[in-house]
Nanobody, 122 residues
Framework: QVQLVESGGGLVQAGGSLRLSCAASGSRFSINTMGWYRQAPGKQRELVATITSGGTINYADSVKGQFTISRDNAKNTVFLQMNSLKPEDTAVYYC????????????????WGQGTQVTVSS
């Protein structure tokens, strides 16, 4: 199986920066798309950004120009650099990875991390 371990959340003042990391571990699977989602209190989980193994990136309109997603394929690790943070960025941030089994028949799994809290104070 595949497991995700997130780190980097915390409390920051408005205008500050945080960098989230998420490392995928597990044998017999190839990691394809990795990404970040967030869920604020009382709201649904929403996409923040995704990046494929080939480097194709997709951002939510709300974070374009503010957040940067990157990836280290050799380490199956995805990063989210968050700058100019605002109180409305406060949420639990979840890492997601799409993993495909190496063996036949192929299995595709969508794996979620445990979530890391990001709190931005005004």
């Amino acid at each position: 199986q595949v497991q995700l371990v997130e780190s980097g959340g915390g409390l920051v003042q408005a205008g500050g920066s945080l960098r989230l990391s998420c490392a995928a571990s597990g044998s017999r699977f190839s990691i394809n798309t990795m990404g970040w989602y967030r869920q604020a209190p009382g709201k649904q989980r929403e996409l923040v950004a995704t990046i494929t193994s080939g480097g194709t990136i997709n951002y939510a309109d709300s974070v374009k120009g503010q957040f940067t997603i990157s990836r280290d394929n050799a380490k199956n690790t995805v990063f989210l650099q968050m700058n100019s943070l605002k109180p409305e960025d406060t949420a639990v941030y979840y890492c997601n990875a799409v993993a495909v089994s190496i063996s036949i028949p192929r299995r595709t799994l969508s794996i979620w991390g445990q979530g890391t809290q990001v709190t931005v104070s005004s």
